[in-house]
Each structure stands twice: as C-alpha cells, then as structure tokens.
C-alpha cells in the first residue's frame, strides 16, 4: 500500500528538549516536504527536499532542520524546541524532477501534534 | 510574494444543496498549478481538484467544480449535492511551476446540515 508514514503521531515535550519527527514514504518519490498547520494561517511550507541531498528553505524555516540522506525518509529536526512550534507538523510526498518539476498530486501523511511546554 | 486568500472562514450549506467555496491568488508568475484540499476531522489532506493555469477549461471531478478566472486570479470550488462527508476545512492552494512549493489558503471551514 502506498502511504506516507509520520512518526510520533502526537509529542508533549518541554522548551529546549531536542526532538525528530520522521517521515517515510514507500511510493520512491523524489520530493518531500514539510508544513505547519495553525489555526488561521492555513498550511505554511518549512523545508522541501526535490530529492536526495538537496533541501530548501520554506516560507518558515527558523528553528527547523532537516536532511535527505535516503530518497524515502525526510525527518524534521527542532534542536530547541519552543513554545511557539505548537503545531500540527504534516509531511508530503510526489514526483518531481529537479530543475525541471513535473506537476503530480501531494500526498500527505497524517500529521503529528506537537505541543512544546 | 505569492499569496492565497480564503475570505470566507466559516460556512454552512443543507445537504443536498450546492455551495461555493470562494478562493483569490496573487501572482506574477505565468505558470502554475491550483489546487483544492479538504480536511476532514481525521486531519488527513486530501486532494478534490486541481487546474492547470494553462488550461481554460474548469475542471471537474464529480460533485466537484471550479470556475477559473484566470484574469480576475480567481478559484471557486462548487459543490453540487452536498453531502454530510463533505462536512471538512477547505484549502486552496497554488503551486508555481518547476518548484514544488505549495502556497496555502487559511482555510475555509464547511459544514453539512441534514
């Protein structure tokens, strides 16, 4: 079954304490994303990766990492963790070409909720 | 910058009945994408329509319409014969060729009254 896979799927953790959200994807996609999700502001882009070893920042990467050693997983990084990333944290997948992008549909994973104490 | 707007935060419709979901873009760029996505209580993003910006005409899935004015950077979403499972969040969103980068609406909430 082609899916996208989130893990963990909720976090209560506490201002400073590092954390990793991983993503999976078994659909051999070349591009993989990450977004934020809060209540009015819709979903915002943090980094995006057209496929391994390149990233790129999003419209909101402070505070953020991540890295694309392997095509299929894509995991996002908070060294330290702040309040203010209070979220729900969605990663997505889809083909792409780099320097010469295909469009094809998104596919997101369930999403995590993250609360930072 | 590219910007989406969802005006309407909130909107309700009886079941049966047809709703447009209204939805502006703002953008210099001459090739790109758009795109409709719900959210059901489940959270899970799932994709309803998309429209190449290249193509006049609107596209159709189903129950599900847009009309694209492409000069007015306007992307309604119709739903024809609502149905209690289209009760979700809304999103519009718009994605420049050759780049990947989705640009999100705030969202618009709809709910179907039986």
């Known amino acids: 079954e082609a899916q996208v896979t989130q893990n963990p799927r909720y976090l209560i953790t506490v201002t400073g304490k590092k954390l990793t959200v991983t993503c999976s994807q078994n659909?051999?996609?070349?591009?993989m994303s990450w977004y934020r999700q809060d209540p009015g502001l819709g979903l915002r882009q943090i980094y995006y990766?057209?496929?391994?070893?390149?990233?790129d920042k999003g419209d909101v990467p402070e505070g953020y990492k991540v890295s694309r050693k392997e095509k299929r997983n894509f995991p996002l990084i908070l060294e330290s963790p702040s309040p203010n990333q209070t979220s729900l944290y969605f990663c997505?997948?889809?083909?792409?070409?780099?320097?010469?992008?295909?469009?094809?549909?998104?596919?997101f994973g369930p999403g995590t909720r993250l609360t930072v104490l | 910058a590219q910007t989406v707007t969802q005006s309407q935060p909130e909107m309700s419709v009886q079941e049966a009945e047809t709703v447009t979901l209204s939805c502006t873009y703002d953008t210099s760029e001459s090739n790109y994408y758009l795109f409709w996505y719900k959210q059901p209580p489940s959270r899970q993003m799932i994709l309803v329509i998309r429209q190449e910006a290249y193509k006049q005409q609107n596209a159709t899935e189903n129950r599900f319409s847009v009309n694209f004015q492409k000069a007015a950077k306007s992307f309604s979403l119709k739903i024809s014969d609502s149905q209690l499972g289209d009760t979700a969040m809304y999103f519009c969103?718009?994605?420049?060729?050759?780049?990947?980068?989705?640009?999100f609406g705030q969202g618009t909430t709809l709910q179907v009254k039986p």
């Open positions: 997505a997948t889809s083909w792409g070409l780099a320097g010469a992008f295909i469009y094809n549909e998104q596919f």
């Open positions: 969103a718009f994605m420049i060729g050759n780049t990947g980068k989705l640009i």
């Open positions: 990766s057209m496929n391994v070893e390149v990233t």
């Open positions: 659909m051999n996609h070349e591009y």
